[in-house]
């Protein structure tokens, strides 16, 4: 059963750092676009950062970059978001996802992955 489990959200105050892991269990990842979304109350689900198979590849919304870094280690099957310089903005439901429909850049929308994890909740106080 494939299962993807993120941690490492909590409360920050503004102007501080998180760091989520997404750990991915029952498929092997290394060849899988994998990606961060969030979620904030009353919005839409919406794209934060991926990351290509080839793991060269990363591209962020507008919003995050210079402050969010994505990465992975595909021998741990985990991907991370580094979270710098967070806002009150930032505060989400962050939810990792995959797909081993592999594509040189990876995408933003929600139907381009088919695996999700639960969430971790981040809470950035100004």
């Known amino acids: 059963q494939v299962q993807l489990v993120e941690s490492g959200g909590g409360s920050v105050q503004a102007g501080g750092s998180l760091r989520l892991a997404c750990v991915a269990s029952?498929?092997?990842?290394?060849?899988?676009?994998m990606a961060w979304f969030r979620h904030a109350p009353g919005k839409e689900r919406r794209f934060v950062a991926a990351?290509?198979?080839?793991?060269?590849?990363?591209n962020y919304v507008d919003s995050v970059k210079g402050r969010f870094t994505i990465s992975r280690d595909n021998a741990k099957n985990t991907v991370y978001l580094q979270m710098d310089s967070l806002n009150a903005e930032d505060t989400a439901v962050y939810y990792c996802?995959?797909?081993?429909?592999?594509?040189?850049?990876?995408?933003?929308?929600?139907?381009?992955?088919?695996?999700w994890g639960q969430g971790t909740q981040v809470t950035v106080s100004s």
């Open positions: 996802a995959a797909t081993s429909r592999r594509t040189v850049h990876p995408g933003r929308d929600p139907s381009d992955y088919d695996y």
């Open positions: 029952g498929h092997t990842f290394s060849r899988d676009n």
């Open positions: 990351i290509s198979w080839i793991g060269a590849i990363g």
